[in-house]
């Protein structure tokens, strides 16, 4: 399985950006899809997953500035990403589980919020 991210760049505190994921097979045969980020120095950390069933869930931090989708015709799920602040200025990594044992990882993609 290959995960493929984009989407990262340089915006200015307050744009928005979309990262992609595009994954090798269905996006629908993972049971959780979600996005982790690691900052400068920064342990990588979980910032929003989608489930199965269409179910949600973010990190505080990122709660009703960032929505996760995915589009199962498209194999990709998205992170939409509004209001940035420089504290999400991180290498964005797409996740896939199978199960609890089993898991992919994308390649990351960077985002840079300066102005």
């Known amino acids: 399985v290959q995960l493929q991210a984009s989407g990262g760049g340089l915006v200015r505190p307050g744009e928005s950006l979309r990262l992609a994921c595009a994954a090798s097979r269905s996006i629908l045969s993972f049971r959780t899809v979600a996005w982790y980020r690691q900052a400068p120095g920064k342990q990588r950390e979980f910032v929003a997953s989608i489930a199965g069933g269409g179910v949600t869930t973010y990190a505080d931090s990122v709660k009703g500035r960032f929505t996760i989708s995915r589009d199962a015709a498209e194999k990709a799920a998205y992170l939409q990403m509004n209001s940035l602040n420089s504290e999400d200025t991180a290498v964005y990594y797409c996740?896939?589980?199978?199960?609890?044992?089993?898991?992919?990882w994308g390649q990351g993609t960077l985002v840079t919020v300066s102005s």
């Open positions: 996740n896939a589980k199978v199960n609890t044992e089993v898991q992919y």
